[in-house]
């Protein structure tokens, strides 16, 4: 897609030997581009749009289509720095409202592409184009969902794909975690850990994890192993999860088993549809960073789980907001 | 200092050859060595103990001579994401809480050594030694003072060391920033754009900062330069900052100008005096990560403002420690 075929005519000029395109610059009608543009609006964006404001950068943030991010989609988080036990909505919306006060604007739309211009970028969503000097991208990622009956309803209310996250709210009592490969197992050891009578359904015949890991899963006596076997559906008394329904795989039966949590680790997909051909991705669709938050393109950084396949945490998330911003503001004096 | 020879014998045997001591392991009278040892108990700290507890790590926090590190002497932040302003003491005061309420144990001493032995380390204070399989290094770092009458009284009241964190408060105002480097032409950079009428003084006949940091300093309006001179004294009304006194260093002569804000970017000195020995540190002092949060000795890992030149944020810190946290459990682990 070419920038002059653009619905609005915000890039001006398309050269297409380059196949690039260059930004208005506030003149003959075309529409100014922005300091800085941060895509994404969980921990990691609006940090860096707190940041951005802050250094007199005044970004615009693409919100996307869950205004928030993951901790939009947990129950209580009890590891947030300084906050014993906190809604992770009302953290998010604690943060919302920090920034709009400052006068941070945000758009209600969600980025589907990014292309690199002469001077600056344009993002693209369904109905608008955005032109930038330089772009964040804190688009996070999201976790591999099981799609069975019930996962919905009760994501939050004893479903989660974070163990460090809602771990310790089930210390003690039976989970559930659904996977095999390195993720399943540390979230089934950390659980185990905890006190909780672990149960790991995984699909396949034998874990996928590393072999130490294996290791520590198997000779675990608070870790139970159902192999061939998948998640079919998840019960609840409407209020939280009360047990799952497990079908093999090859005999096809179904059996129920009660838990109190549900913890689903099949993966996890980072949101860079809309600019993998732009940048360095890993294998896992990862945006590839050095230095912190630099990508493979100058002028565009990347914060949070987007390009973070190891912590995946809120509070790592903020903080490479924050740099991103810096370098941003750096970026931004050195053009 | 051998291990052998400590106070408290601790580290049961001294191999000579190698400078490396044995952890007790509990057994014959000897410590236990703890899980991980974590020291600082600033934003880095605080969160790598949240995290090192809820992994199931059991921490012990050294907390180093200022409890809850800069942000106690700052006034109100209003850059920590979810807090649209708080006193940096409050926001400390809330993490420890959060910390000690898990049951966190810290222990009111400053580390003044770090050795090897052979199955972990030691960290030595004034009147202990504390055997750690694992370490995390949070001791941040502090701001070169000028050392004049009233920098202390005003502290956190008009003076600062951090434009980012308290220049908001002081746009529009006229303020002071002393240094000539990077860092304070950044710092009046930053205060002009937000408003502030700035005066840098600087205690050579040149700025040292580089060259397009100085043309943008020189070709500001709102800045002015006094060279060859020093900050020799901060005035106020017991409330907050009214004046400083200026002397030029050549003709001995004294002046007070009027003033709201005096920000002293005079360089930074991160506490790694203690460690220096062990670890590969930059120039600066500054202890060398790679991968995040790894030092150049395996089981010391380093998160903040001791590893951190460029950023120097609280939330980045924050990040940091949790990685830090996530890390030591990975390394915990594999041994």
């Known amino acids: 897609m070419s920038c002059f075929a653009a619905s609005l005519a915000i890039c001006a000029i398309l050269n297409p030997r380059k196949q690039v395109c260059i930004l208005g610059t506030g003149g003959g009608g075309v529409m100014e581009a922005e300091k800085v543009v941060i895509i994404g609006s969980g ?25 928030g991010g993951q901790l939009m989609g947990t129950s209580n988080i009890e590891n947030w720095p300084g906050e014993q036990k906190i809604q992770g909505a009302l953290l998010m919306q604690k943060m919302r409202e920090q920034v709009q006060g400052l006068g941070v604007r945000f758009v209600s ?23 930038a000097q330089a772009v964040i991208i804190a688009t996070g990622s999201a976790p591999r969902k099981l799609g069975c009956p019930g996962e919905a309803e009760y994501w939050g209310k004893g479903v989660s794909s974070c163990s460090v996250c809602d771990g310790p709210l089930f210390a003690g009592r039976p989970v559930v ?55 079919t559906g998840i019960e609840g008394d409407g209020i939280a999860v009360t047990g799952v329904v497990i079908t093999n795989s090859k005999t096809k039966s179904e059996r ?27 294998p896992s669709g990862h945006i590839i ?22 912590y995946r945490q809120a509070i790592a998330a903020a903080g490479s907001g924050c740099m991103a911003a810096l370098d941003v503001d750096g970026y931004l004096k050195k053009i």
Chains 1, 2 share one sequence.
């Open 289 to 310: 960073t050095t230095s912190h938050t630099q990508t493979s393109v100058e002028g565009i950084y990347a914060a949070g789980d987007v390009a973070d396949m190891r």
């Open 256 to 282: 129920t088993i009660p838990t109190d949590g549900v913890f689903i680790a099949i993966g996890l997909i980072p949101n860079t549809q809309f600019c993998r051909t732009l940048l360095e991705c890993r």
């Open 43 to 67: 921990p990691a964006g609006l940090t860096a749009a707190l940041y951005a404001f802050r250094l007199g950068r005044l970004p615009l943030v693409i919100e996307g289509p869950q205004p």
């Open 177 to 231: 975690v659904v996977g095999g490969g390195d993720s399943a197992a540390e979230n089934a050891q950390y659980l185990a850990r905890l006190g909780s009578k672990v149960t790991l359904v995984h699909a396949l015949g034998a874990l996928t994890a590393s072999r130490a890991m294996q290791e520590m899963v198997l000779s675990n006596p608070a870790i139970t192993i159902i192999y061939d076997s998948t998640v």
């Open 109 to 131: 739309e969600t980025a589907t592409g990014l292309e690199k211009c002469e001077n600056g970028f344009v993002i693209s969503t369904k109905n608008s184009r955005y032109p």
